[in-house]
């Protein structure tokens, strides 16, 4: 089984950096995919970042201010958050699945799950 768990959450000013940090229980990179969701209050669970076949791809509301990033040998997927904006403020999940081709925003193709670190950015 895969088991993500996340930490590097906390509270930042609009404009301020974050490095969120998600270690898995097995090497996972070349088999799974692996992203990062958000939810918000009263707002559904939302995709940010994520990989597939280990290429990456951006919600278009983080795009040129995320990057994910992973450390194979560390079994590590890494969320660099900057030029954060209030409206990032969330619960992000670090989540992984199997691999395909099948749809990369949908939280209904990962499997594996994180406990969630919260992201509060004040303005």
């Known amino acids: 089984q895969v088991q993500p768990v996340e930490s590097g959450g906390g509270l930042v000013q609009a404009g301020g950096s974050l490095r969120l940090s998600c270690v898995l229980s097995e090497r996972t990179f070349t088999s799974y995919r692996v992203a990062w969701f958000r939810q918000a209050p009263g707002k559904e669970r939302e995709f940010v970042a994520g990989?597939?076949?280990?290429?990456?791809h951006y919600a278009a509301s983080v795009k040129g201010r995320f990057t994910i990033s992973g450390d194979n040998a560390k079994n590590l997927v890494i969320l660099q958050m900057n030029s954060l904006k209030p409206e990032d403020t969330a619960v992000y999940y670090c989540?992984?699945?199997?691999?395909?081709?099948?749809?990369?925003?949908?939280?209904?193709?990962?499997?594996?799950w994180g406990q969630g670190t919260q992201v509060t950015v004040s303005s």
């Open positions: 990989t597939r076949w280990n290429s990456p």
């Open positions: 989540a992984a699945g199997q691999d395909s081709w099948a749809s990369i925003t949908s939280p209904r193709e990962y499997e594996f």
